[in-house]
């Protein structure tokens, strides 16, 4: 079992950056590759990032490459996303979710562990 807890959601205005993180407890974190999802009010829930067990690839879907950064802290059983430049189409609640498998994995299907999401809003 891995219980996984986000935080760093809140509001900030377009153009401006904001620091999610995860913190995960329970089996070892490195054994899973991590995942940011984000749903917004209406909308399915939707990949946004991942990372790789031991942190050394990552993945984006293409509305966020170039602005968001997942980066990871084994030591300190965290993973974190960076998003700078946001959007109001950001908003969402982001969740994060860790998965056995070894490669990249887009479908929340593939995540066996989730938190119970952080809300990000972006106003214009």
């Known amino acids: 079992q891995v219980q996984l807890v986000e935080s760093g959601g809140g509001s900030v205005q377009a153009g401006g950056s904001l620091t999610l993180s995860c913190a995960a407890s329970?089996?070892?974190?490195?054994?899973?590759?991590m995942g940011w999802f984000r749903q917004a009010p209406g909308k399915e829930r939707e990949f946004v990032a991942w990372i790789s067990r031991g942190g050394g690839n990552t993945y984006y879907a293409d509305s966020v490459k170039g602005r968001f950064t997942i980066s990871r802290d084994n030591a300190k059983n965290t993973v974190y996303l960076h998003m700078n430049s946001l959007k109001p189409e950001n908003t969402a609640v982001y969740y994060c979710?860790?998965?056995?498998?070894?490669?990249?994995?887009?479908?929340?299907?593939?995540?066996?562990?989730w938190g119970v999401g952080t809300q990000v809003t972006v106003s214009s």
């Open positions: 979710a860790a998965t056995s498998w070894g490669t990249v994995v887009r479908g929340a299907a593939a995540y066996e562990y």
């Open positions: 329970g089996r070892t974190f490195s054994s899973y590759a």
